[in-house]
């Protein structure tokens, strides 16, 4: 019998904790910034971890954590003025990393909301939008959501979209049907993205969910990231000022801006969703006795531990040097899509490894193992699907669009 052996079976509090950071990235950060990572950690762990699981089940969204969320006061974080607090990318991707090791719904809503929506405000809107319209997103007074998939076009949404906008004096006529769009079912405003049928370029619309003809459904029976309330939302002669056009965003080349800083954290809540479903893997191995001793003592099952941290370590890798790029000013699409493509292929892998750890205790939801493996289902194709994200980068190395 080995020490370890010994050890597990007489005092297993003693074994080393399930940490997935094996090469410390978070000394990375300054103090400061540890400190904001792990207040977030502390409220994912305390506030969500023991009650996502009914919410997941019930296929509810958890209103009852808004008000500690809200005090966090992290939304729109990495944004400059308009009540961001001047972080950088850094920070936010280790933020959504702690969100989503706990739970990928939770990340994927403040996503939404602080990256997809306030994003395409930051980055698109004028002076004047960002002043309404930022503060109280950041303050999470009116939540956000981001309607770009339609039920007919979702990769293909740069030359696809038939969602039209049509100018009549100061106002702008929006038609059509967005898929998929998370948080729409109960937040305040949307950023629906239309073809203009005079220029057919796409443009922005900041859309109030409470406007005559914006109609939303709530999407049942997911089988991933249930806590997210996603929404099909029927535009009919929607009517919209000229106000409210998004006042820097002129084609589909706009939209893609946005879409390149929030696949960053995409690509970082991917490691989250691999990190904990491998700590509680690990730490249900540490416990879990067959043949006399813990399961964490055969090396089959060591072997599978140690290519699961490999995938984390790398994929953390990959997003920590991605997001100094971004602070930087270096990234560039290819970059963003790299990271995302990858790191979700080896959270999926991760995943499933973690889930097979666990063997039948694995489909269980109180065993939260089960869950990531659902969700990273949804990660792994929203933002760019993997075959995407590859003719991005292809595209960038090659210099051939392969795209159709
Ligand atoms: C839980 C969830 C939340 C979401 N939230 C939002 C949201 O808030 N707002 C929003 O706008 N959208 C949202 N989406 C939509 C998401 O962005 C799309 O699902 C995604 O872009 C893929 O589009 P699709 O599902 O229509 O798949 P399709 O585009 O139909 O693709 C199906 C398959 O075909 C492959 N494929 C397509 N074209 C090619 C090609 N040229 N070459 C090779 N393979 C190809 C794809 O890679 C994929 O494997 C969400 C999706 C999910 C699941």
Redesign the pocket.
């Known amino acids: 019998m080995s020490p370890a052996d010994t050890v597990a079976r007489k005092a297993p509090v003693q074994l080393p904790e399930a940490d997935g950071d094996f090469y410390q990235f978070a000394r990375t950060l300054s103090e400061d910034e540890n400190r904001i990572r792990l207040k977030v950690r502390a409220f994912m762990e305390q506030d969500v971890q023991p009650i996502i699981a009914g919410y997941w089940e019930r296929d509810e969204f958890p209103f009852e954590i808004l008000p500690k969320l809200k005090a966090l006061d992290i939304a729109g974080s990495t944004y400059q003025g308009y009540g961001g607090a001047g972080w950088s990318t850094t920070l936010l991707g280790f933020v959504m990393m702690e969100m989503a090791r706990v739970d990928c719904s939770i990340s994927t809503f403040f996503g939404?909301h602080a990256g997809?929506a306030m994003g395409s405000i930051y980055l698109c809107g004028s002076e004047e939008q960002k002043r309404k319209w930022l503060p109280p997103m950041a303050a999470m007074e009116k939540i956000g959501?981001?309607?770009?998939?339609e039920p007919d076009v979702?990769?293909?949404a740069a030359g696809g979209l038939t969602t039209t906008a049509k100018r009549d004096g100061d106002t702008w006529i929006l038609s059509g049907q967005?898929k998929?769009?998370?948080n729409a079912t109960w937040g305040d405003v949307t950023i629906v993205w239309a073809r203009d049928v005079d220029d057919g370029q796409v443009k922005g619309f900041i859309v109030e969910n409470k406007t005559p003809g914006f109609h939303v459904e709530k999407i049942l029976h997911k089988m991933?990231?249930r806590v997210?309330q996603?929404g099909l939302i029927t535009l009919k002669d929607c009517r919209v000022s000229e106000a409210d056009r998004l006042q820097n965003a002129t084609s589909f080349k706009d939209t893609a801006r946005v879409l390149a800083m929030t696949r960053a954290g995409v690509a970082w809540e991917s490691v989250g969703c691999a990190r904990g479903a491998y700590e509680h893997a690990l730490t249900y191995a540490q416990r879990r006795m067959q043949f006399g001793k813990p399961i964490a003592g055969f090396q089959l099952v060591q072997d599978l531990l140690f290519r699961m941290l490999c995938n984390i370590t790398s994929s953390q890798a990959v997003c920590l040097r991605l997001s100094q790029m971004q602070d930087q000013g270096l990234m560039r699409d290819e970059h963003a899509a790299l990271a995302k493509g990858v790191c979700t292929v080896r959270m999926r892998e991760t995943a499933g490894w973690a889930r097979e750890l666990l063997g039948a205790n694995g489909i269980l939801l109180d065993q939260h193992v089960g869950r990531f493996v659902a969700d990273a289902e949804?990660l792994y194709?929203?933002?760019?699907?993997r075959?995407?994200n590859a003719?991005i980068v292809g595209r960038a190395i090659t210099g051939f669009s392969a795209?159709?």
């Open positions: 939404v997809l959501s981001f309607g770009l998939t979702g990769s293909g967005k998929w769009i998370g991933a990231l997210v996603n949804a194709s929203y933002e760019g699907t075959e995407m003719l795209f159709v």
